[in-house]
């Protein structure tokens, strides 16, 4: 495999680096990485770890074909180096994965560059695409098991992909070089000057967190995908939007979306996120709110109002338990084509025993929010959250607002399952594991302008070079998403016979966005999370890495200080009588 061109690097400040590599990677076909090392949240306000990346491909038959383009922030690198490559005027088609501007923010200028290249792509891409590239452009509409024919041998067949993670998404597969180009699918966001992936221990973790913030949230739609991509032929490469292509480790880590995917899809209980795309800011919250409701193991299935098939609306609506809508715009074209959608999933309600979520757009016309809960009360339905009004740009905490509504609401949701799984166990082995008692801990954190705090007990020191210590925290805590591998945060030791008002304060059950810390004496550590002034002790701790335990994570964090505020004092014990559940 040759180095096609250097690296080139961008003259912005150190804080954000900026690089792109262009690489060979299969008979003529070239990627263009554009490497973004410094960013630190992605999307809907996840926090990054390792930066992200922008892949781009270049792949030349008779005829030339483009696939995605890259961010708009990398114009002038990326454009240098394609036209290192080749000549824009020699580009004959661009296919679009999906119109996300990390992805599609450049298709205008590289247009402007190739006017007499095709647009290639799904009927909703181009509608999309069309909004945004103002002007005109040739193009070509494509579904699954549409090929083009590029000569030389590489013909491209694509595959429809919607909802992953994007409504008008599609995969591309070059027959020739049994390499599948499949933009988010099978990302991660890691950036790196590796290519492949070799390292598959240094972004495990990274793929699995990108997996449960962008495709959890789809894993039915992830599951048709995957088996649309079973019936096109050996597949060598896995050509994707971010991070490191996958070749070394292709079936481990397609076949871990596969049971991930898999695992969330098999559950009956099924909630419905109806949003509009492209309007305001529909995309990114019902996304958040998704995933949210995904972290308790319920089933999410989102669906476009532009786009929607009226009988999967009635089919979905029949059988899903939560429905949570965003609000659609309230006049003009736009709103004709998502009118009859939301008539229908009003048609299909059944009533008592579902449940609803409403969230506004801020998209500048929305239909009002207070009559679309009140037509949701009158048909039955109980609100699982607070409707969630946006009145200004969305920013971090009006997403973990959306995200923790998701969340009561899943875990509103799943309550029956719950119960059966606590009564499931043996008996006999339920009270024997009822008898590992633990400590009383409150873990705080604070991230940018979050801060969360949760009653723990299972806490152990787990090592003592590094000092170390290990805490299991469940998928569906709110605090789960300030303790990713990097971020810092406090535990804080509970007293023996000095507890009980604190553990009665963080067992309570907080509104979305509420304030954990309302009422509690606090100081700030050296990391920036709260301590609490009533503890008996607090220690402030990084955390290191991260091991998947189905319903919890084990977070293992090494120690940076602490201090004893009582040394005469004891902690407090938790002893439970059952093993199945807090």
Known sequence: MTLAAATVESAAVEQARL???????APETTTIRSLDWDRDRFDIEFGLQNGTTYNSYLIRGEKVALVDTSHAKFRQLYL?????????????YIVISHTEPDHSGLVADVLELAPQATIVAAKVA????????????????????????????HVLEFVNAPNLHWPDSIFTYDRKTQTLYTCDAFGMHYCSDDTFDEKLGDFEADYRFYYECLMAPNARSVVSAMKRMQKLGEITTIANGHGPLLRHNLNELTGRYWNWSNEKADSETVAAVFYTSGYGYSDRISQAIAHGISKTGVVVEMVDLKVADPHDV????????????????????????????????????????????????????????DPLARKFRDLGLKPAFAPIRVKDEPDEQLYQVCDEA??????????????????????????ALGRLSGGLYIITAQKGDITSGMLASWVSQA????????????????????????????????????????MKHFLKRFPPGADRFEGVDTRTAANGSPVLADALAYVECEVTSRMDCEDHWLVYSTVEEGKVSNEDARTAIHHRKVGNHY
């Not at 240098?80 to 004959?92: C, H, S, V």
């Not at 008539?343 to 239909?367: H, P, S, V």
């Not at 969340?407 to 009564?423: N, P, S």
């Open 19 to 25: 690089t792109v590599r262009v690489e060979d990677i």
């Open 314 to 369: 009635n089919e979905l609506v029949g059988r899903a338990t939560g429905i949570i809508l965003g609000t659609p715009p309230a006049s003009g074209e736009l709103a004709k084509e998502t009118l009859d959608a939301v008539g229908t999933m009003f048609a299909a309600i059944k009533g008592r025993k579902q449940t609803f979520g409403l969230f506004e757009c801020y998209g500048g016309d929305d239909e009002p929010i």
């Open 463 to 502: 090592s003592f070079k590094p000092l170390g210590l290990s805490i299991a925290v469940a998928k569906d805590r709110a605090i789960e998403s300030l303790m990713q591998v990097g971020d810092r945060f406090v535990l804080n030791v509970l007293e023996e016979g000095n507890y009980q008002h604190l």
């Open 80 to 92: 240098d180096a394609l036209r290192g490559e080749i000549d824009p005027a020699t580009i004959d």
């Open 126 to 153: 181009i509608q999309f695409l069309e909004g945004f590239v103002h002007r005109n452009f040739d193009r070509q509409v494509v579904k699954s098991g549409d090929t083009l024919d590029l000569g030389d041998g």
């Open 406 to 431: 998701g969340t009561d609401l899943g875990q509103f949701l799943a309550r029956k399952d719950a119960l059966k799984k606590m009564k499931s166990l043996d008996s006999d082995l339920d009270k």
